[in-house]
């Protein structure tokens, strides 16, 4: 399982290893500019310019890391 992060910052999980997901982007998108990969609840459509980090799952729900700012006590 991969999760991958697009550059609107949304994630998506696909059911293929890194190294397959990594291969399928550099593949040759169709007319439209998109791929699809499997997902979970079905094919998922992606341009491969919008993608900017793959991330390992090992469990579903797992996206990787998360950056956050928390506020300091006054």
Same mark, same amino acid.
């Given at each position: 399982?991969?999760?991958?992060?697009?550059?609107?910052?949304?994630?998506?999980?696909?059911?293929?290893?890194?190294?397959?997901?990594?291969?399928?982007?550099? /593949?040759?998108? #169709?007319? =439209? @500019? !998109?791929?699809?990969?499997?997902?979970?609840?079905?094919?998922?459509?992606?341009?491969?310019?919008?993608?900017?980090?793959?991330?390992?799952? /090992?469990?579903? #729900?797992? =996206? @990787? !890391?998360?950056?956050?700012?928390?506020?300091?006590?006054?």
């Amino acid at each position: 399982m991969t999760i991958i992060r697009f550059v609107n910052g949304s994630d998506a999980a696909v059911r293929l290893s890194v190294a397959e997901t990594l291969a399928a982007l550099q /593949a040759k998108p #169709g007319e =439209a @500019g !998109f791929i699809e990969l499997p997902g979970d609840d079905g094919p998922i459509h992606l341009r491969p310019s919008g993608v900017i980090a793959l991330f390992s799952d /090992a469990r579903k #729900g797992n =996206a @990787g !890391f998360r950056m956050g700012v928390s506020a300091a006590a006054d």
